[in-house]
């Protein structure tokens, strides 16, 4: 199907034809005719797909078909989980929205809200933004809400993650009941439910990729290598491979500076991402790396969340995420809208765990890629050989044997619960960046800074309820990807039992 066939206005088309798209993606091509019904959906859809022009450029076409506000009051509104998605949601909507007559306005913590206000004040059509600021304009009355047509919550899953559902929760008591809501999530959980139930009305479902199953078009695998040894095997990839854009996922905001500078060090133009950097650094950071000036870009999974970076060719997973669908996440930031590309992860054998967790998910197994010129970890349960030791382990040949079934000693279960609850501290600090102006009220945090809380890691979670690590994973698996009329909670239900 063309872009035409959909049915939007001639200015959306050329907005269209000056990014260079010549098809709808999937989740566009299900999503646009459904919108512009004015239908409620619930899209499956993980990042990557083409999930943001897939609400844009429908919601484009009915403001401009409805005309504006006397006030000029917004009357659309898109949530986000980070800052960067923001941006980039904001962006689209501008680019997609070129020669129309309607105005777009972002916003989120960590920058001056002044000029935030000021666009809002001035009339506005569409607010983009993280919940925290939005909340924080909306309480100051600078924001009126009360005549939103059309609320988008963008990776709600991820909201939920970050502890935003009772800043959802009060936001969406600003709304008007009678209005259009747009839903997307790339996972499918008991809370996505029950959200979803909460917020729309008879939505149509949508889904384009089976959930959790990494993007086919990522090519994903795996070395097994001592943690004192990443850093050399990182460099050495990065150099024999020539690769010029590679994002190296960290655990730790320390970690991701380490090893930033390191790689410096060794010769390869490195920026690290986290959340103690300033939005500037950031979106400094970010722009050096998108425009080839940094070849590797360093990041936490928070910092990371919502980048969307063209035909990114490389990533790498230098720890394996504090959960299995972080993976996912992670490698989805490759391989993007039909583009190939190449996801590795570096597994040290206190990670044994955390890589089964992540097959599982998956349901495959990561290859076991060997280097010649750099010898595998053995799969061992000792723990760890200590760096100083190091000399000990060079030379040892590879085990292709994937003995994963073992379960670590002592040691090693000791070494992972101090290590992790350092990870913890990290990651519940992480994204909370400071303001570049210091002088705002200390209440009057945004709350994308104050109140991202840690995801449980899964195998506490596991401990709890074994059989909801799955389920927590599954999207409505529907391939027809519609609910029939008043049966569409029925079928949800459904869905999630047959997995
Ligand atoms: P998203 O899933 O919204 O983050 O989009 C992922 C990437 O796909 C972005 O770089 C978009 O610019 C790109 N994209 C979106 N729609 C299309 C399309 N129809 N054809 C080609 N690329 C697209």
């Known amino acids: 199907m063309s872009f035409e066939k959909l049915g939007l206005r001639p200015e959306i088309l050329t907005g269209i034809k000056f990014k260079g798209y010549v ?40 403001l401009s078909s409805n005309g504006q506000h006397p006030g000029h009051l917004p009357r659309a509104l898109v949530l986000t989980p980070t800052r960067e998605l923001a941006a ?41 933004g993280t919940p925290g600021r939005l909340l924080d304009l909306a309480g100051q009355k600078v924001l009126d809400l009360s005549h939103i047509e059309v609320l988008i919550l963008d990776e709600a899953d991820r909201m939920l993650d970050m502890g935003f559902i009772n800043d959802i929760k009060k936001i969406i ?54 943690k004192a040894r990443k ?42 991402i986290h959340g103690n950097k300033s939005q500037t650094a950031r979106t400094r950071a970010l722009a050096q790396f998108k425009a080839g000036e940094a070849r590797v870009l360093v990041a936490t999974d928070i ?38 590309g190449e ?33 595998a970890q053995p799969e061992s349960d000792e723990p760890e050989a200590n760096p100083r030791n190091r000399s000990n382990q060079r030379g040892q040949g590879g085990n292709r044997n994937n003995n994963r079934n073992k379960t670590g000693g002592k ?19 992480d994204d909370s960046s400071k303001t570049e102006k210091p002088q705002r009220r200390r209440n009057n945090k945004d709350s994308s800074e104050r109140s991202e809380k840690p995801r449980q890691r899964y195998n506490s979670r596991k401990k709890a309820n074994p ?13 027809s990807a519609k609910a029939k009329s008043g049966g569409w909670r029925k079928k949800v239900s459904s869905l999630l039992k047959r997995s």
């Open 23 to 62: 098809d709808p993606t999937p989740i566009q091509e299900q999503a646009i005719p459904v919108i512009l019904e004015g239908k409620d959906i619930l899209a499956g859809a993980q990042t990557g797909t083409g999930k943001t022009a897939a609400f844009t450029l429908p919601l484009l076409h009915i």
């Open 88 to 128: 980039q949601v904001g962006e689209s909507v501008d680019d997609y929205g070129k020669g129309l007559n309607l105005r777009s306005t972002i916003v989120f913590g960590g920058v001056n809200i002044n000029p935030q206000k000021k666009s809002i004040r001035k009339g506005t059509d569409i607010v983009t």
């Open 173 to 226: 008591n600003l709304l008007p009941k009678k209005r259009q809501t747009l839903f997307f999530s790339a996972t499918y959980s008991q809370a996505i439910k029950k959200l979803a139930d909460t917020l729309l009305k008879k939505p149509e479902l949508i889904e384009v990729a089976r959930e959790n199953t990494a993007a086919e078009t990522v090519e994903q695998s795996l070395y097994r290598v001592a």
């Open 231 to 272: 850093r050399e095997l990182l460099s050495l990839l990065i150099k024999q491979g020539d690769w010029k854009q590679v994002l190296v996922f960290t655990r730790t905001k320390h970690g991701a500076n380490r090893l930033a500078k390191q790689l410096n060090s060794d010769g390869i133009t490195s920026e690290a």
């Open 303 to 340: 910092a990371a969340r919502g980048l969307d970076i063209d035909r990114l060719p490389h990533v790498i997973n230098y720890e394996l995420p504090q959960t299995a669908e972080d993976y996912v996440h992670r490698i989805g930031r490759t391989g993007r809208a039909g583009c190939s």
């Open 343 to 375: 996801a590795i992860s570096l597994v040290m054998n206190e990670e044994r765990e955390m890589l089964r967790s992540i097959e599982k998910l998956i349901k495959r197994q990561i290859p076991v890629k060997l280097m010649d010129s750099f010898p």
């Open 411 to 429: 040691a090693q279960g000791n070494q992972r619960t101090k290590r992790s609850s350092n990870e913890q501290k990290d990651r519940r600090n």
């Open 467 to 479: 059989q909801s690590e799955q389920k927590k994973a599954e999207t409505p698996s529907s391939s």
